[in-house]
């Protein structure tokens, strides 16, 4: 028990002189810096007048926004803008497919040698039309002369030695009769006849592959066409195993042009081609602006090519006028139906955008309102309409860019091309053709203007006011694009 007493009163000590050395070791250090006194900043008085600023500018622009929304997004017109027009007129429209060709001759034939010899003479000038059965080249025919000359004496021989064995036979037969001689020396002397009988006949044959011989010596056109350029001159030895020829003979009278059409379109021209209807092709020049010759539809490939997922047809043309020329690049029309007295419109009177085809009517005020029209065949430079528009209507056909919902517009006449303004009466022109697309041009006066932004108000009319993002189309996308915005 005292130990226990003892153990307790050493740890009391020991902490008391811990709490010394602590409380020495406080006294000993330098007492603490005391902390820097906090900078008193001031207020400044621009702070509420910026957040006012700011306030104000973003209530005026949330009440722009509000009224922009309103009017949707469009300011009334300001300008009357200059514009080209047309009527819509009635009129037929061909259903047409177009595809790219090439004109391939019926026949083009590489004139080549068929035996060995020396090239004499040739009878014909480089590009001359000859007819078939002409003479082109001549071979030495000496050689083939003298083995000919050869074999006609080869056979007279032989059929001497024919006689005579017939005649042996004849006596031998007549002896055996007799019982002079045996039936052996017979029998010997029918076959001895039966081998001269043989030979003769190979003689026979000899003289006939002589006289061919001298009938290829001198070579003539298998076809009526056009000679091309000398590929061997006279005096060369020409052989058999030559590959270069002669000379190649392209037949054009008739000639074909073998195009190509999409995969999609055999469905409409197929039916047709196997009832035996006579289909119309016309082949235009590189540029498809100018039309070269007509024919017929000929046939149709066994196969679609699963590459371009296009099949191949055949035309075929009379070529009277040579106006084609072998492996030419043309465009081919095909011609699948044509429909009489439908509403159209010219190409470039149709936009694309949003609520999908539209045309700028001009109304009766001068102004012009977005009409969503439905457009069906084009051909050419014009356009078939389903609905949206009636005979009579007139369009806007050019400066449809600077142009939107309600703008007042002043058609001017287009000098480029009278037609687009001319034929305000819905007629079609006088030469059966209508103005090519593209080129509708602004007057000079209309030139002259700078273009403004568009921002117009949209029409009180039921038709929608759409804002299409204007994008290029091409001739066969039905019309040039435009923004009404």
Not at 180 to 203: C, H, N, R, Y
Not at 326 to 332: D, G, R
Request: proline share 8%; glycine share 8%.
């Amino acid at each position: 028990m005292d130990e226990v007493v003892g153990r307790s009163e050493r740890r009391v000590d020991e902490r008391r002189v811990d709490e010394r050395r602590v409380d020495e070791r406080r006294v000993d250090a330098p007492p603490l810096a005391p902390p820097p006194p906090a900078k008193v900043r001031k207020k400044s008085r621009l702070g509420p007048a910026f957040a006012l600023i700011v306030l104000i500018l973003l209530g005026v622009g949330a009440w722009r926004l509000f009224l922009t929304d309103r009017s949707g997004g469009r300011k009334p017109p300001q300008e009357t803008q200059q514009v080209g027009a047309a009527r819509i007129g009635v009129a037929d429209i061909n259903d047409v497919i177009t595809g790219l060709g090439t004109v391939t001759p019926l026949a083009t034939i590489t004139v080549q040698t068929q035996i060995n010899g020396q090239l004499q003479s040739v009878g014909f000038k480089e590009g001359q039309i000859v007819q078939k059965g002409d003479f082109l080249a001549q071979i030495d025919p000496r050689p083939f002369q003298a083995a000919l000359d050869t074999a006609e004496g080869t056979l007279a021989h032989d059929q001497g030695l024919l006689k005579q064995a017939e005649s042996d036979l004849k006596r031998f037969e007549t002896l055996s009769k007799q019982d002079s001689i045996a039936m052996q020396q017979v029998a010997d002397e029918e076959f001895l006849v039966e081998q001269d009988k043989g030979t003769v006949a190979q003689d026979q044959g000899a003289i006939e592959t002589d006289k061919l011989n001298l009938v290829y010596c001198h070579i003539v056109a298998p076809v009526t066409g056009r000679v091309g350029l000398r590929l061997v001159d006279p005096g060369n030895y020409v052989q058999t195993t030559s590959t270069a020829g002669l000379v190649v003979l392209t037949q054009l009278q008739p000639i074909s042009v073998i195009f190509v059409i999409p995969e999609d379109d055999v469905e409409k021209v197929w039916p047709l081609a196997r009832a035996g209807k006579t289909l119309t092709v016309t082949a235009y020049n590189r540029s498809d602006s100018k039309p070269i010759a007509t024919g017929t539809l000929e046939s149709f490939d066994n196969l679609i090519d699963t590459s371009t997922g296009t099949v191949k047809l055949r035309a075929t043309f009379p070529n009277t006028d040579e106006s084609l020329f072998p492996n030419q690049f043309v465009n081919a029309r095909l011609l699948v139906q044509k429909l009489p007295g439908v509403t159209v419109a010219p190409v470039a009177a149709v936009q694309h955008g949003a609520p999908g085809a539209f045309v700028y009517k001009i109304k009766a005020d001068g102004r012009v309102a977005v009409q969503v029209v439905k457009t069906g065949l084009v051909d050419g430079d014009r356009v078939q309409i389903l609905s949206g528009l009636a005979p009579g209507d007139e369009v806007v056909v050019d400066g449809a860019d600077r142009l939107r919902d309600g703008t007042k517009v002043n058609v001017v006449p287009d000098q480029a091309n009278p037609a687009a303004t001319s034929d305000r009466d819905g007629s079609e022109p006088s030469n059966g053709e209508s103005p090519k697309q593209g080129q509708h041009r602004r007057s000079d006066a209309q030139d002259s203007e700078p273009r403004s932004s568009p921002s117009p108000t949209p029409s009180p009319s039921p038709t929608p006011s759409p804002s299409p993002s204007r994008s290029p189309s091409p001739k066969a996308a039905a019309g040039r694009s435009g923004s009404p915005q």
